[in-house]
């Protein structure tokens, strides 16, 4: 249906309750998944991943008899950090900053997932749950390039596919 104006369009497309039911928990299992991996300075076992998971939980108030946690939220987590690349990411020890805020030259406030701080790079790592999209590697050069104007080093982009689980290099 479309209602027409010379001022305005106005259209209205059918939403079903339960594709939007399901995008509603697809992006809020997304949050808690960011928000898990937001409060995991390092990783040496299962227990880190299943209690920063019900920390998120928590902090978001969710109900968690509606979820698999298990499933949903800490398999997918265990499986990525068993990447190497993922593994060097959350070692005792590793310098790293989580949720960094950085601002662009338009005044935008933007939040880096994580930034890795090595002796010779930076490591600007973006967190993605669900499929791959085309827009993705944008982000992380954007932030990227915000990360080496600020800091004068060389800095490297990745997106950690959570679900896959794979590394992606951004050039």
Same mark, same amino acid.
């Given at each position: 249906?479309? =209602?027409?104006?010379?001022?305005?369009?106005?259209?209205?497309?059918?939403?079903?309750?339960?594709?939007?039911?399901?995008?509603?928990?697809?992006?809020?299992? *997304?949050?808690?998944?960011?928000?898990?991996?937001?409060? =995991?300075?390092?990783?040496?076992?299962?227990?880190?991943?299943?209690?920063?998971?019900?920390?998120?939980?928590?902090?978001?108030? @969710?109900?968690? &008899?509606?979820?698999?946690?298990?499933?949903?939220?800490?398999?997918?987590?265990?499986? &990525?950090?068993?990447?190497?690349?993922?593994?060097?990411?959350?070692?005792?020890?590793?310098?790293?900053?989580?949720?960094?805020?950085?601002?662009?030259?338009?005044?935008?406030?933007?939040?880096?997932?994580?930034? @890795?701080? *090595?002796?010779? @790079?930076?490591?600007?790592?973006?967190?993605?749950?669900?499929?791959?999209?085309?827009?993705? *590697?944008? /982000?992380? @050069?954007?932030?990227?390039?915000?990360?080496?104007?600020?800091?004068?080093?060389?800095? /490297? *982009?990745?997106? =950690?596919?959570?679900?896959?689980? &794979?590394?992606? &290099?951004?050039?």
């Amino acid at each position: 249906m479309s =209602l027409k104006s010379p001022h305005i369009r106005i259209q209205h497309h059918p939403v079903s309750l339960f594709q939007d039911e399901e995008r509603i928990s697809a992006a809020l299992r *997304g949050e808690l998944i960011h928000r898990a991996f937001s409060l =995991l300075d390092h990783v040496t076992d299962r227990g880190d991943v299943e209690r920063a998971v019900q920390q998120a939980f928590s902090l978001y108030q @969710v109900d968690t &008899a509606r979820w698999n946690i298990e499933e949903e939220c800490c398999a997918p987590m265990v499986r &990525a950090l068993t990447l190497p690349q993922v593994q060097a990411w959350f070692t005792p020890g590793v310098v790293n900053r989580r949720e960094m805020e950085v601002v662009d030259a338009q005044g935008e406030v933007l939040r880096i997932d994580r930034l @890795v701080i *090595g002796t010779d @790079v930076l490591e600007v790592i973006d967190f993605k749950v669900g499929k791959r999209e085309a827009g993705h *590697g944008e /982000q992380v @050069v954007l932030y990227r390039g915000l990360v080496q104007a600020i800091f004068q080093r060389t800095t /490297q *982009g990745y997106i =950690l596919y959570i679900d896959e689980p &794979a590394v992606v &290099a951004i050039p």
